[in-house]
């Protein structure tokens, strides 16, 4: 195990905040009712893995078919996307953004749902990738018919160059972060994941008492996080997990505020972000009861394990697991829910 804290603010949340993560997730089922594409993904109960890691249950969310993208990150962008189309009331939605351009940075995933809501409903797509995201990510992203530039050496330099585009021409921009000033998009983006975790509070036979939830800026972890409050109040622990190499959640919930963090380039490429997002800082200081860090070699190793239990994914999608192989020191009876996030990078 690398870091370990226990979060200070549960319950609370950080002094003087306000602005927090949703949790009811009906406007995004009702939307997304609409899209012949949506359908839930599986909920898959692993006896076989839950022995081998020492506890009771385990549930792991499969997102690595969601909506034909590989990724949770589909519920998100496309969402806020798709929110915009529908306001206009056009009555042929897939020309409702004609003109339109989205303009983001990602480290893939979420700009494949930026690239993919903006091809379905008219609007263009620009998306910044950082010379550390791998070329298999830009082909499709180039294939769901985005503009792809390469600006900068990591996340954050990326993001930078996507924003003063942005300003430059005029464009949207649509990040999954949030920092003061910028927080009504990246707030719809976040309420587009509460879909997993109703869907999983739904198919899942009995509450959890432990989620160990990735977090790279924090969206998906802070919305699953409250909508699992919604759904079940205090009784289930959620724990944050984080790389070594970034932990922008830990040491700012240490901190009592949002910080800059610093770190080599991680393999867990879709976790690897330098400063959280700000709502999600919000909301998980306020609903998280522990945050983590795991190293490469451990999210690796976790990798390899779900290969043999014939499911296949990257470091990242790996991470939650990957905190039980870190020496996550949980009752032998737990019952535990984690996120299968994103499908392999050649998959």
Request: hydrophobic share 45%; charged share 15%; glycine share 10%.
């Amino acid at each position: 195990m690398g870091q370990y804290l226990k979060n200070p603010w549960r319950g609370s949340g950080l002094p003087d905040e306000t602005l927090f993560p949703l949790a009811d997730a009906r406007a995004v089922g009702q939307l997304l009712a609409r899209c012949p594409a949506h359908a839930p993904t599986p909920l898959r109960q692993e006896p076989a893995l839950a022995a081998h890691l020492g506890i009771g249950q385990l549930w792991l969310k499969d997102e690595r078919g969601r909506m034909g993208l590989g990724s949770f990150k589909a519920l998100g962008a496309a969402y806020a996307i798709a929110r915009a189309a529908a306001e206009t009331n056009a009555p042929d939605l897939r020309h409702a953004l004609q003109g339109q351009v989205y303009v983001t940075a990602s480290a893939g995933n979420h700009g494949l749902s930026v690239a993919a809501g903006a091809q379905l409903f008219g609007a263009a797509a620009v998306i910044y990738l950082s010379q550390a995201v791998p070329e298999t990510f830009a082909a499709r992203l180039q294939a769901k018919g985005a503009t792809v530039v390469r600006d900068g050496a990591d996340y954050e330099a990326s993001m930078q160059a996507a924003t003063g585009a942005a300003d430059a021409n005029g464009w949207t921009l649509l990040s999954d972060s949030s920092w003061p000033g910028y927080t009504a998009l990246p707030l719809q983006v976040m309420e587009g994941y509460l879909q997993l975790a109703a869907e999983a509070a739904a198919q899942i036979d009995q509450p959890p008492t432990h989620i160990l939830l990735q977090a790279g800026v924090g969206g998906l972890a802070a919305a699953v996080a409250a909508h699992a409050r919604h759904v079940w109040g205090d009784s289930p622990q959620i724990i944050v997990v984080e790389p070594d190499a970034a932990p922008a959640l830990i040491e700012s919930i240490r901190a009592g505020q949002l910080v800059d963090t610093t770190g080599p380039v991680s393999s867990m490429g879709r976790l690897d972000c330098k400063t959280a997002s700000m709502i999600a800082l919000h909301g998980l200081a306020r609903d998280a009861d522990s945050f983590v860090t795991i190293s490469e070699g451990t999210a690796q190793r976790a990798v390899d394990l779900l290969v043999e239990y014939g499911l296949a994914t990257t470091p990242s999608g790996a991470a939650g697991v990957a905190a039980l192989l870190a020496g996550l020191d949980l009752p032998r009876e737990a019952r535990v829910m984690a996120i299968l996030s994103e499908g392999p990078e050649d998959g």
